[in-house]
Protein backbone atom coordinates (compact mmCIF):
# COMPACT_ATOMS: atom_id res chain seq x y z
CA UNK A 1 0.00 0.00 0.00
CA UNK A 2 2.72 2.60 0.73
CA UNK A 3 4.15 2.07 -3.02
CA UNK A 4 0.69 2.77 -4.20
CA UNK A 5 0.34 5.84 -2.27
CA UNK A 6 3.71 7.08 -3.22
CA UNK A 7 2.25 6.36 -6.63
CA UNK A 8 -0.29 8.96 -6.07
CA UNK A 9 1.52 11.21 -4.38
CA UNK A 10 4.04 11.47 -7.57
CA UNK A 11 1.70 11.71 -9.54
CA UNK A 12 -0.12 15.08 -8.41
CA UNK A 13 3.17 16.53 -7.03
CA UNK A 14 4.63 16.56 -10.23
CA UNK A 15 2.02 20.64 -10.73
CA UNK A 16 4.29 23.10 -9.89
CA UNK A 17 3.24 24.46 -6.85
CA UNK A 18 1.11 21.79 -5.98
CA UNK A 19 0.82 22.08 -2.18
CA UNK A 20 -0.90 25.64 -3.13
CA UNK A 21 -3.66 24.58 -5.11
CA UNK A 22 -6.74 23.15 -3.31
CA UNK A 23 -8.09 21.29 -6.38
CA UNK A 24 -5.06 19.51 -6.71
CA UNK A 25 -5.00 18.67 -3.05
CA UNK A 26 -7.96 17.52 -2.69
CA UNK A 27 -7.97 15.00 -5.48
CA UNK A 28 -5.33 13.55 -3.84
CA UNK A 29 -7.32 13.16 -0.70
CA UNK A 30 -10.19 11.12 -2.54
CA UNK A 31 -7.49 9.21 -3.95
CA UNK A 32 -5.58 8.01 -0.68
CA UNK A 33 -9.27 7.97 0.78
CA UNK A 34 -10.45 5.40 -1.68
CA UNK A 35 -6.98 3.37 -1.58
CA UNK A 36 -6.99 3.31 2.44
CA UNK A 37 -11.45 2.20 2.23
CA UNK A 38 -10.02 -0.04 -0.61
CA UNK A 39 -7.56 -2.15 2.16
CA UNK A 40 -9.86 -1.68 5.16
CA UNK A 41 -8.90 1.34 6.49
CA UNK A 42 -12.30 2.53 8.64
CA UNK A 43 -14.04 5.80 7.79
CA UNK A 44 -13.48 7.68 10.82
CA UNK A 45 -9.59 7.42 10.74
CA UNK A 46 -9.08 7.95 6.63
CA UNK A 47 -8.66 11.98 7.27
CA UNK A 48 -6.17 11.39 10.08
CA UNK A 49 -3.94 8.81 8.15
CA UNK A 50 -4.17 10.92 5.21
CA UNK A 51 -2.71 13.73 7.55
CA UNK A 52 -0.31 11.85 8.87
CA UNK A 53 0.99 11.01 5.34
CA UNK A 54 0.86 14.32 3.40
CA UNK A 55 2.94 15.93 6.80
CA UNK A 56 6.19 14.27 5.69
CA UNK A 57 5.44 14.73 1.88
CA UNK A 58 4.66 18.16 2.30
CA UNK A 59 7.98 19.13 4.14
CA UNK A 60 9.78 16.89 2.13
CA UNK A 61 8.97 18.89 -1.34
CA UNK A 62 8.99 21.96 0.00
CA UNK A 63 12.27 21.59 1.16
CA UNK A 64 13.70 19.30 -2.12
CA UNK A 65 13.24 21.92 -4.52
Do not use: F
Amino acid sequence: MAKEIQILVGNKSKYTDWTNRQYVKDELHADVAKLLKKNGYPPKSIDVVYNEIMKPVENYKQYAE
